[in-house]
């Protein structure tokens, strides 16, 4: 089974900066999007952004801050995040769906990475 395997995150003080990655150990079959989720301590997982052939989509206290981009060649996922804040520390998490005649039939997560924002 294809695993996602998440790094790239750390302790940085707000203003800062961070780049999470994410590698898919292979190609994903029927995949239609894939995405970034988090979870902060006492808080419902949400969705941070998600990219597919045709949509790029932001959680609105992200937008214009965390900038999301693909490398198909590489399996690849990446999250560029630009003047972090306390608020955005939490658990980030890759997903990568697979979908069957446009439907999204499962959701594979990755193990999670640590993002600690300090003042």
């Known amino acids: 089974q294809v695993q996602l395997v998440e790094s790239g995150g750390g302790s940085v003080q707000a203003g800062g900066s961070l780049k999470l990655s994410c590698v898919a150990s292979?190609?994903?079959?029927?995949?239609?999007?894939m995405g970034w989720y988090r979870q902060a301590p006492g808080k419902e997982r949400e969705m941070v952004s998600s990219?597919?052939?045709?949509?790029?989509t932001y959680e609105d206290s992200v937008s214009g801050r965390f900038p999301i981009s693909q490398d198909n060649v590489k399996n690849s996922l990446y999250l560029q995040m630009d003047s972090l804040k306390i608020e955005d520390t939490a658990v980030y998490f890759c997903?990568?769906?697979?979908?069957?005649?446009?439907?999204?039939?499962?959701?594979?997560w990755g193990q999670g990475t640590d993002v600690n924002v300090s003042s």
């Open positions: 292979g190609s994903i079959a029927n995949r239609c999007a």
């Open positions: 990219i597919s052939s045709d949509r790029i």
């Open positions: 997903t990568a769906d697979i979908c069957y005649r446009g439907v999204r039939t499962r959701r594979l």
